[in-house]
């Protein structure tokens, strides 16, 4: 278990590096080591081999017997050769015919089967002298590992121990960010986190900080958006329960009834248009809300609903009028549902622009995107309001009680419903000096010749 946890892992990984960098400088070192050895006691054994002539030269047997035990102790063989011949076997033929020959010998060999150092050089008289050996150094797996276990034990701790340093500087930042967020799914949405660190964590606490507000802002929105669409439910509710109680009362009877009957009539209307719009926002967000696209003329779609709202705004209401190319504005998209968008707009300015203010339907057509607009003549929208304005009962919540509002419903479904069909929806200021909505879809997919 603890090798899962990233502690574990960087102490793993940290002693490992240390451990690999001990065996590769080993064995880096080794070669260097060996021949630099051999190297000196090559050296060495040359100059002892001049000093072991001119004794053995000059000194009487008992010296020379002396001189050769002495030799032998620093494990270094001594052959001696007379008129050509060596005392005893073991060295190889070259070497004591280069000797006997007077050549000086610095080389090389295999002696009794071991890879050896060899120094010779000729005595006075013919063909005589002294050659001496000494064992090469050499290196073997078995000897590097004998030779560098401290290294490895002192490589392996202290691996672990920057490990363990490392796991702890590195897992801090994601340990408070863990209980952070452990604060923040208990319902804690004031908790953040100190943007200090390595870049790396205070990224981290810089995602996690707007994250927070984000989560914060979004819950508050969606209070303020339960809190209206309890206030649109009950009002009709109320109206119903009202009349419902005067009608079993009889206190309501003969010409009233029926009144009472289509006042019901039209909050139950009311009613079922708001939960069908929650529905509707609701599959959206699911994104379970199948679509019908198709080649639409905006145009023509613009026509149709200018029509069927003409009866409406006529003779009390806003003065509406279409602004339609000569062209046919062809997009792809699903006629039904931009209708929908079409008339959630057109409803909304009817509530709000006077009698007589301009209510626009306008097409156009632009290089990449048809683009349907509606405007009016209206109170219109702030700066703040344009920031907010598809946010669900943003504009619910702050009009309410000023001016008629709908269920805060309406834009929110129509910006996810123009989104659904891969097109783009914007707020902003009419030049009749009111509010202006631009639906912009796109064209249908044409292939090149």
């Given at each position: ?62 010296a ?10 620093d ?25 006997g ?41 078995a ?5 560098v ?40 949405r ?16 810089t ?5 927070a ?29 009202g ?13 009233g ?51 069927a709202w ?19 504005v ?7 549902r ?13 509530r709000?622009v ?28 702030t ?46 200021h ?20």
């Open positions: 278990m603890f090798l899962r946890t990233l502690t574990g892992r960087f102490m793993l990984v940290t002693a490992a590096t240390a451990v690999v960098a001990v065996i590769v400088t080993a064995l880096v070192a080794l070669p260097i080591a060996v021949r630099t050895a051999n190297e000196q006691a090559r050296a060495q054994l040359v100059d002892k081999s001049a000093l072991a002539v001119e004794l053995l030269a000059t000194e009487r047997p008992a020379r017997q002396r001189i050769v035990r002495q030799l032998r102790d494990d270094i063989d001594v052959y001696l050769i007379r008129r050509g011949a060596v005392d005893r076997a073991g060295l190889p033929d070259r070497v004591v015919l280069q000797v020959r007077g050549a000086l010998v610095d080389t090389r060999a295999m002696v009794d089967g071991r890879p050896t150092l060899i120094a010779g050089r000729p005595l006075s008289g013919n063909s005589n002298g002294v050659v001496l050996t000494q064992p090469a150094v050499t290196g073997t797996a000897g590097l590992l004998g030779g276990w401290v290294a490895l034990l002192c490589g392996l701790f202290g691996g672990v121990l920057a490990g363990a340093l490392l796991a702890r500087f590195t897992v801090r930042p994601i340990r408070r960010a863990a209980a952070a967020a452990g604060h923040l799914s208990a319902g804690d004031s908790v953040r986190l100190a943007t200090r660190g390595p870049a790396e964590a205070a990224e981290l606490a995602a996690f900080n707007q994250l507000s984000a989560l914060q802002v979004s819950e508050g929105r969606e209070r303020d958006f339960l809190l209206s669409v309890s206030h649109e439910l009950r009002t009709p509710l109320a109206t119903i329960r009349y419902a109680e005067a009608l079993a009362d009889g206190v309501v009877g003969g010409d009834a029926a009144k009472a009957g289509e006042t019901m009539l039209a909050e139950a209307d009311r009613l079922d248009r708001l939960i069908a719009d929650l529905l509707v926002l609701s599959r959206l967000e699911s994104a379970d809300l199948p679509l019908d696209v198709v080649e639409v003329d905006l145009a023509e779609l613009a026509g149709a609903a200018a029509e003409a009866p409406r705004c006529a003779p009390d209401g806003p003065r509406l009028r279409t602004e339609l190319p000569g062209a046919p062809v997009v792809a998209t699903d006629p039904t931009i209708r929908q968008v079409l008339d959630g707009l057109c409803e909304n300015a009817l709000i006077p009698q007589g203010a301009p209510l626009v339907l306008a097409v156009r057509a632009e290089p990449d995107a048809g683009v349907l607009e509606v405007r009016d003549g209206g109170p219109g929208f700066d703040d309001d344009l920031a907010v304005a598809f946010d669900r009962g943003a504009l619910h919540h702050r009009y309410r009680g000023i001016r008629k509002v709908g269920s805060g419903l309406g834009l929110a479904l129509a910006a996810r419903l123009v989104a659904r069909l891969a097109g783009t929806i914007e707020a902003g009419a030049a009749e000096g009111g509010a202006r909505f631009t639906v912009r879809l796109p064209y249908p997919a044409r292939t090149s010749p």
